[in-house]
């Protein structure tokens, strides 16, 4: 599976949109992106995934660049319950159900 | 529908002992997984079953195992513990396997003395 790269940590303001990057340049053409994110003391919780198309749900937005080198996840109204470790993985589609959860981005909503 | 749930949320063992965890998968899901999460290393993937068949497994010693019951229950066992075993496990299910959106459990902290 493709290595990705986030910020170890950013904040946000409560109400605004918060824009969470992740660099995957290694990916492959048959590799999709998924987001979870991590609120303290509780398990991983899947936000969205996607592989070449611009995705969203009730969640989230993933902005995925044309090269598929990078993406955005989009929180479009961030909460303080948004506050949480935010993991970018890349892995392909089957095979089996290993994630590999990197070091993630911590997310702060500061209101 | 349910969630995935754990059991126990809490243990403390010492040194040497052996210990069983149990989880318990959304109703219908085959697939569970189990990770080990601590502050040093993270989240590492430990093991996959799928049809109570083992079909991943990270890079973790024999001490730990894992099995999986006809009813999709599975229970993970770790061996002669360590210190460094201190850590919570955090258990996951989806509906099939090869799926990247899974389902967490609250997880078991589990702490040795």
């Known amino acids: 599976d493709a290595k990705t790269t986030q910020p170890p940590s950013m904040d946000c303001a409560e109400g605004r949109a918060a824009n969470l990057p992740c660099n995957h340049s290694?990916?492959?053409?048959?590799?999709?992106v998924y987001w979870y994110r991590q609120i303290h003391s509780q398990g991983p919780q899947y936000i969205i995934h996607?592989?070449?198309n611009n995705e969203t749900n009730e969640m989230a937005s993933l902005i995925i660049t044309e090269d598929r080198k990078s993406s955005t996840l989009i929180l479009p109204h961030a909460t303080l319950r948004d506050t949480a470790v935010y993991y970018c993985?890349?892995?392909?589609?089957?095979?089996?159900?290993?994630?590999?959860f990197g070091k993630g981005n911590q997310v702060v909503v500061i209101p | 529908k349910a969630g995935v749930t754990q059991t126990p949320r809490y243990l403390i063992k010492t040194r040497g002992q052996q210990v069983t965890l149990s989880c318990s998968p959304i109703?219908?899901?085959?697939?569970v997984s189990w990770y080990q999460q601590t502050p040093g290393q993270g989240l590492q993937f430990l093991f996959e079953?799928?049809?109570?068949?083992?079909?991943n497994k990270g890079n973790f010693p024999g001490r730990f195992s894992g099995r999986q019951f006809s009813n999709s229950r599975s229970e993970m066992n770790v061996s002669t513990l360590e210190l460094g075993d201190s850590a919570l496990y955090l258990c996951?299910?989806?509906?099939?396997?090869?799926?990247?959106?899974?389902?967490f459990g609250p997880g078991t902290r589990l702490t040795v003395l």
């Open positions: 996951a299910s989806s509906p099939r396997t090869g799926e990247g959106e899974q389902f």
């Open positions: 109703s219908g899901h085959r697939s």
């Open positions: 290694t990916i492959s053409g048959n590799e999709y």
């Open positions: 993985i890349v892995r392909v589609w089957g095979g089996n159900n290993r994630l590999a």
């Open positions: 079953y799928f049809s109570e068949t083992q079909r």
């Open positions: 996607g592989l070449k």
